[in-house]
C-alpha cells in the first residue's frame, strides 16, 4: 500500500484556470456543507482562498479518459490541531468534474471521504480506480496517539465505505 501525506500536494492555484473552475463547481455544495457542518468563517474574511486551501494529489487509473484526484480542504478552522483536513474524491473527466461520493447520507452531508491528513492506495484489479484508505490523526482509548482509519472502494459509479484490511490499523500503529 502507498500511504500519501495530503499536506505535501499542489495547491488548486497551480492548475490551469478551467481545471479550477471544474474542480470548485464540482465541489461548490459539498465545501459549503462542511463550513456550514464545522463552522468554519462562512464569509471567507478569516479563511485562505480556495484556491491556495485545496490540495490535489492524482490517483492513479487504468482510465485513460479520466482522472481521480484526492481533494483536502487545508484550513485551520477545518482541520484542527491534529490537521485532520476534509477530502473530496472528485472524477475529472473532459470539461466536467464530480465528487464520487453518494449524496443522501444525512451523517456526511459535505459527501466527504473521510477527514484526515494521508490517504492510502491499494489497486484493486476488478474497478477501474483503487481503494482508498483514510487515514487520520487519533488516540488510542488507554490513552496515546494512534493512526485511525477508514476505507473506501468504488461500488457502481460512487465509493462507499468498506472494512479495512485486518493488518492496515496494526501496520501503521506499529504493532505485532
Not at 470548485?24 to 471567507?44: F, H, V, Y
Not at 474574511?45 to 487545508?74: C, E, F, G, H
Request: with cysteine.
Amino acid at each position: 500500500m502507498v500511504i500519501h501525506p495530503i499536506p505535501s500536494s499542489p495547491t488548486l492555484d497551480s492548475f490551469p484556470a478551467s481545471f479550477r473552475f471544474q474542480i470548485k463547481k464540482a465541489l461548490s455544495n459539498d465545501i459549503a456543507a462542511e463550513a456550514k457542518e464545522t463552522g468554519a468563517d462562512q464569509d471567507r474574511s478569516n479563511t485562505v482562498p480556495l484556491d491556495k486551501a485545496l490540495q490535489l494529489w492524482r490517483l492513479s487509473s487504468s482510465m485513460t479518459d479520466r482522472q481521480l484526484y484526492i481533494v483536502s480542504w487545508y484550513e485551520q478552522a477545518i482541520c484542527g490541531a491534529h490537521g485532520n483536513c476534509a477530502m473530496w474524491l472528485v472524477e475529472v473527466k473532459g470539461a466536467g468534474a464530480r465528487n464520487l461520493v453518494a449524496s443522501g447520507d444525512p451523517k456526511n452531508p459535505a459527501r466527504t471521504i473521510g477527514t484526515g491528513w494521508g490517504v492510502g492506495i491499494r489497486s484493486n484489479s476488478l474497478q477501474p480506480y483503487p481503494e482508498i484508505m483514510v487515514l487520520a490523526h487519533g488516540y488510542r482509548p488507554q490513552g496515546g496517539p494512534e493512526v485511525e482509519v477508514s476505507c473506501k472502494h468504488q461500488s457502481g459509479k460512487d465509493y462507499v465505505s468498506s472494512d479495512c484490511p485486518v493488518d492496515c490499523w496494526r501496520s501503521l500503529n506499529l504493532e505485532n
